[in-house]
């Protein structure tokens, strides 16, 4: 049986113990420039958070780089992976963006409500197909999140309480999507 591949991204030295750590449980680590076309599907994704530096001199400027550097970049980085994901994937997204200085406010709740949507968003994307895509805390070690990709399961840290929303409850993630991408107008 070959190995499952698994694509970590985000701080360059987590991403190498990572890798390291996938290899010994029989992955095979890849990066995005191994991968062009014909390279073979990614069965782990494993996305963690960076370092985003603080710019701006005013606090809204600085909370403003943050999200765009930080929380809004993870999704672009989604959008070149998803083209890559096996049917069946495990996708992690470990929580972790941090402003780089205390001068910004953070939000830790907020920030995992962020990436709630991302992997709504992608899950919304690969419908009909199965990927478990998981909310990760970044308080979690390396051992931890290696173990959370290769059992798949959900990490109570990071668990919500979720409302029932009357208009979803019977609405797949491919019927959403395509409602989503049906609106000619977003407010925000």
Do not use: C
């Not at 907020?110 to 909310?135: C, K, N, S, T």
């Amino acid at each position: 049986m070959a190995p499952k591949r698994a694509l970590i991204t985000g701080s360059p030295d987590r991403v190498q113990a990572l890798s390291k750590m996938f290899e010994r449980a029989g992955d095979e680590p890849v990066t995005l420039a191994q991968l062009g076309p014909g390279a073979g599907a990614i069965d782990r994704y494993i996305q963690l958070g960076v370092s985003v530096p603080a710019r701006g001199e005013t606090v809204v400027r600085r909370v403003h780089s943050f999200l765009n550097d930080g929380l809004l970049e993870r999704f672009a980085a989604v959008e070149r992976v998803l083209p890559l994901l096996a049917d069946g994937a495990t996708v992690l997204l470990v929580a972790g963006n941090l402003p780089a200085e205390a001068a910004a406010p953070d939000d830790q709740a907020a920030r995992l409500l962020l990436l709630r949507v991302l992997g709504h968003a992608i899950r919304a994307d690969l419908a009909p197909r199965r990927v478990r895509v998981r909310i990760i805390s970044g308080e979690r070690t390396d051992e931890q999140i290696v173990d959370f990709a290769l059992s798949g399961a959900k990490d109570p840290l990071t668990e919500m309480p979720t409302v029932p929303d009357p208009h979803m409850s019977d609405t797949s993630y491919e019927d959403w999507r395509t409602q989503v991408l049906g609106l000619a107008q977003v407010e925000v």
